[in-house]
């Protein structure tokens, strides 16, 4: 992969050690009963992941002068969500995988119903750790980003979208189709994730909140797209997970509709118009642009 500029790289690995930390003091102990289910639920959380949308949190906030201590509980409930996402997605009744992050799914270190579990309790610790923060000036502001949250899980968002996914293995999909169904099933969390850092700033400016929603929107799109080539392309060595899995499984991606160089290029593009929608925020915003840097030029 291309390395990152050092300076970003610093600030993303300062800002994955602080999430890290603080998942690690969310999450119950394993020495808690039901210890079991506790285990797991550590299992698949801590440990592991790029903390893509953590990062997204507190680079949109840094965006508007929010503080970190606002911002790290707002990226540990949306990376909680995620982690959940993760351990269903893997399940025999959903995708069927049997390694993530590079080590055994949830479901076949445990077991199903302890998956299934875990992810329940994941969910639920996310809005746990967001309602037990005092992340924005007044209730109602933080009433609405508990309602971010909840919108962008749920059936109009991730869930939504992964019902999608599942009904249209072995058909066909226009373009357009398929947009649709990444921008619910992984756009979806990736633009929470961003307005959430920007909603713990001062009341935010619609203007602000405009253009850092067009620019998440990009960076979620360019990521599936991205996600597509790399199962495609890469080694499930390199990807932690089982690769070429979306062709075996025969689902439709930006791969089979486009072919791996178009959608290269339609994620270079999605990087160009991320980029343009930050214009008028100058360097508050660069955390942003080297965000979006990193999700299409990543190899893993
Ligand atoms: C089960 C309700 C429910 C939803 C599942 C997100 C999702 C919906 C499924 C994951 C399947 C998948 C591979 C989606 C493509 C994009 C994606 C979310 C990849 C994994 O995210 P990364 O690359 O993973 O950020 P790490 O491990 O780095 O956190």
Redesign the pocket.
């Known amino acids: 992969m291309t390395i990152p500029k050092a300076e970003f790289a610093d600030w993303m690995h300062g800002v994955q050690a602080l999430v890290e930390a603080a998942l690690e003091r969310a999450l119950p102990s394993a020495e808690h009963e039901p210890r079991r289910l506790h285990e797991a639920m550590r299992y698949a959380v801590l440990g592991?992941?790029?903390?893509?949308?953590p990062l997204l949190v507190l680079a949109a906030g840094e965006a508007v002068g929010a503080p970190r201590e606002r911002l790290v509980p707002a990226a540990c409930a949306v990376e909680l969500i995620?982690a959940y996402?993760?351990v269903?997605?893997d399940l025999p009744c959903?995708?069927d995988d049997a390694m993530?992050?590079g080590r055994p799914t949830v479901h076949v270190e445990f077991d199903e119903a302890t998956a299934l579990l875990v992810g329940d309790a994941l969910q639920s610790l996310a809005f746990e750790t967001l309602a037990a923060a005092p992340l924005a000036d007044d209730p109602a502001g933080s009433v609405e980003m508990l309602r971010t949250l909840a919108v962008a899980s749920g059936s109009r968002g991730?869930?939504g979208?992964?019902a999608i996914d599942l009904a249209v293995v072995g058909k066909t999909l226009t373009q357009p189709e398929l947009e649709l169904m990444h921008i619910m099933?992984?756009g979806a969390l990736i633009r929470a994730a961003v307005r959430l850092g920007a909603c713990c700033g001062e009341r935010a400016d619609a203007a602000v909140l405009e253009q850092l929603d067009r620019y998440a929107k990009c960076v979620g799109l360019a990521?599936?797209v991205v996600?597509d080539v790399l199962d495609a392309a890469a080694s499930s060595a390199t990807l932690?997970k089982t690769a070429g899995k979306d062709a075996a499984q025969g689902k439709p991606t930006y791969v089979s509709i486009l072919g791996t160089r178009a959608a290269r290029e339609l994620a270079q593009s999605l990087r160009r118009d991320a980029h343009a929608a930050l214009a008028a925020l100058g360097a508050s915003a660069q955390r942003l642009r080297d965000l979006a840097d990193f999700v299409v030029l990543r190899e893993f």
């Not at 592991?48 to 949308?53: A, E």
């Open positions: 592991g992941g790029k903390r893509v949308r995620h996402s993760l269903h997605d959903m995708d993530r992050r991730m869930a979208g992964q099933k992984t990521f599936q996600d932690g």
